[in-house]
């Protein structure tokens, strides 16, 4: 079946730090990729997507690229601030399959000063 | 523009009751889908509806059920409920249903507690 894998978290880093979240994806077919981010007490927000291979998402200072050789799609962000502390959903959709999203499990990322 | 607005926010129901919820996805949007999320088994996908017809169900009893109307908003239902429905349920909607990399957009969530 389908199903996307995220590291475990909490993640905690010091503000400025480099962040990255892995994600790796089983998929059959050709899978769009996502990174969603939720604030505590709030719904999801997209941050990100990647809809074939080798496209690189960007927003707000983070980055992922769409690497079908890994089946990967690690989020990655050169200086993290206080205001990232959130929990990160990586996830994916299918050719075919309509708007149903296969969720991660989330990795929670508390940034400290 | 309006996000994807759900109603009501907050609601606690007793056990054994019935629930239904409220979704008004983004003006243009016709494809909904709704989500369960709980600590214990993350967001799972519940069913999307795309002009009024359900194109996607996921694994859940019949006791969950979901309806979009002409103008696009959606509601679901749970009847009979029971302890671990509790959850925050959120809405999503998006343009179309036709390619995978359509970007869907999320509501706020509605944070049901049944006792």
């Known amino acids: 079946g389908n199903s996307v894998t995220q590291m475990e978290g909490p993640v905690t880093l010091s503000e400025e730090a480099f962040l990255t979240i892995n994600c790796t994806y089983t998929a059959t077919g050709y899978p769009s990729l996502f990174w969603y981010v939720q604030y505590p007490g709030e719904g999801l927000q997209l941050l990100l997507k990647a809809t074939k291979a080798d496209d690189k998402g960007s927003n707000k200072g983070f980055e992922a690229t769409y690497r079908k050789e890994t089946t990967s799609f690690h989020l990655e962000k050169g200086s993290v601030q206080v205001s990232d502390s959130a929990v990160y959903f990586c996830a994916l959709t299918l050719s075919g399959g309509g708007n149903k999203l296969t969720f991660g499990t989330g990795t929670q990322l508390k940034v400290e000063l | 523009k309006a996000g994807v607005t759900q109603t009501p926010r907050y609601l606690i129901k007793t056990r054994g009751q019935q629930v239904t919820l409220s979704c008004s996805p983004i003006s243009g949007h016709r494809s909904v889908s709704w989500y369960q999320q709980t600590p214990g088994q993350g967001l799972q996908f519940l069913f999307e509806y795309f002009s009024e017809t359900q194109r996607n169900k996921g694994n859940f009893p019949g006791r969950f059920s979901g309806r979009q109307f002409s103008n696009s908003r959606s509601e679901m239902n749970v009847s009979t409920l029971e302890l671990g429905d509790s959850a925050l349920y959120l809405c999503?909607?998006?343009?179309?249903?036709?390619?995978?990399?359509?970007?869907?957009?999320f509501g706020e969530g509605s944070w049901l507690t049944v006792v």
């Open positions: 999503a909607s998006s343009l179309d249903s036709t390619f995978s990399g359509n970007t869907i957009y």
